[in-house]
Nanobody, 120 residues
Framework: QVQLVESGGGLVQPGGSLRLSCAAS????????MGWYRQAPGNERELVAT???????NYAGSVKGRFTISRDSAKNTVSLQMNSLKPEDTAVYYC??????????????WGQGTQVTVSS
């Protein structure tokens, strides 16, 4: 069955950069609209960035100009390049999106999350 697997999280200093990756694995055939969300302890999960099947992107105002979402549909992968990181970017980052298999229409999936910590 389908899984979304995030990687690339870690600890980085303010002003630093990280690149997160999300791979649709298992029986994934195609990916549709995809996005990155984040959730800090005690907070609601919030949208960070989205990318449509044709590559159109949208960003939360707090990350616009600093983060870049991209996709490689042939590899069923979506990435988030995070530059000029701030302490308030600290959160668990989740990959989300629509994935199809040979046996099913598009369904929505969530990854398990990857921790991003921005601290001196």
């Amino acid at each position: 069955q389908v899984q979304l697997v995030e990687s690339g999280g870690g600890l980085v200093q303010p002003g630093g950069s990280l690149r997160l990756s999300c791979a649709a694995s298992g029986s994934a055939f195609n990916i549709g609209a995809m996005g990155w969300y984040r959730q800090a302890p005690g907070n609601e999960r919030e949208l960070v960035a989205t990318i449509t099947k044709d590559g159109s992107t949208n960003y939360a105002g707090s990350v616009k100009g600093r983060f870049t979402i991209s996709r490689d549909s042939a590899k069923n992968t979506v990435s988030l390049q995070m530059n000029s990181l701030k302490p308030e970017d600290t959160a668990v980052y989740y990959c989300n999106g629509d994935v199809s298999t040979y046996r099913s229409v598009f369904k929505n999936y969530w990854g398990q999350g990857t921790q991003v910590t921005v601290s001196s």
